[in-house]
């Protein structure tokens, strides 16, 4: 892979820890891969996530409530298989994770649906010292409606009308190709989606193509977050000891699910679209036709 982008700035803005990997671990271990400066910047500790595996159960909020300081331990250790930096906004902690749409975690004042001008303001300020050339977050969905995720989206918005930033994308996933791979096995235990039931969109601007060592690179990242997302290739974690196994109708194609045992593919594509700034030709790199 060339080094094609040094010098080239990159953000991705996400709600929580395994986001990164989950919606652009592709993109931003290829754009480091090719040179750039790549930052993953993490909004909240995810305090409020449900925990795979009987090891660390009890970290969750209504017992210990140290799920958010566990998975900062996770989150460095799958920036480091991408080969990015990364930073909490505002600091570690500063912003609590909302929990899902309604529940009571959202009208915590810390919550960081509450965050109010001051999450614009640490955007502002992470833009205006990183100049970043592209900025990655989510659509004005969220990708798929968690409230935090919807609050990632507006603050990341809101402070580029205040930094110039050449283009903003959406991270999403194409219907066609995420219902063709879905895995015809899954674990007993797993559930296969029904037609329409992942989050996906109809039509996308662009996407970036996975080689084998991106597509591990993210695989690996989203392994490092075991407390929330279970791979089905067999691989085993102190957090989680179980193995599982799924086979997909492409079998590079690897299955993995979140704690709601939903099988969902790996695609060899992250797709994206352009949610502000420079636009794009349709299937064009990601970073074509931004000023350098
Ligand atoms: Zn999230």
């Excluded at 953000?11 to 040179?35: I, K, M, N, Y």
């Excluded at 994770?97 to 009571?104: E, I, K, L, R």
């Excluded at 110039?164 to 674990?187: C, H, K």
């Amino acid at each position: 892979m060339s080094r094609d982008l040094i010098g080239f700035r990159v953000v991705a803005v996400h709600a929580h820890p395994d986001d990164e990997a989950l919606f652009t671990g592709g993109a931003l271990s290829s754009l480091a891969r090719r040179g750039a400066d790549v930052l993953v910047v993490t909004c909240t500790l995810g305090e409020e996530g449900e925990v795979i595996g009987e090891r660390y159960q009890h970290l969750v909020n209504d017992h210990a409530d140290q799920l958010g300081g566990f998975r900062i331990h996770e989150l460095n250790e799958a920036l480091g298989f991408l080969g990015v930096r990364g930073e909490f906004l505002g600091g570690a902690g500063k912003y609590r994770d909302s929990g899902m749409a309604g529940s009571p975690a959202s009208k915590n004042p810390k919550a960081f649906v509450n965050s109010g001008e001051r999450a614009v303001d640490d955007v502002v300020a992470v833009f205006e010292r990183e100049r970043p050339h592209l900025v990655i977050t989510y659509d004005p969905n969220g990708g798929y409606g968690h409230p935090d995720h919807i609050r990632a989206h507006e603050i990341t918005h809101a402070a580029a009308k205040q930094v110039d930033i050449p283009r903003i994308l959406w991270s999403a996933r194409l219907r066609s190709e995420l219902e063709a791979m879905i895995a015809d096995q899954t674990p007993a235990t797993w559930t296969r989606p029904e037609p329409g039931e992942l989050d996906a969109v109809d039509t996308v601007d662009t996407w970036v193509e996975l080689d084998d060592t991106t597509y591990a690179a993210k695989t690996a990242a989203m392994r490092a977050h075991a407390t929330q997302i279970w791979i089905a290739d067999g691989s085993v974690s102190n957090t989680n000891p179980h193995a599982a196994f799924a086979t997909a109708p492409d079998p590079t194609v690897v299955t993995y699910a979140l704690s709601n045992l939903i099988a969902q593919p790996i695609l060899r594509r992250e797709h994206y679209c352009v949610g502000a700034g420079l636009p794009l030709e349709h299937g064009a790199d990601i970073t074509s036709g931004i000023p350098r």
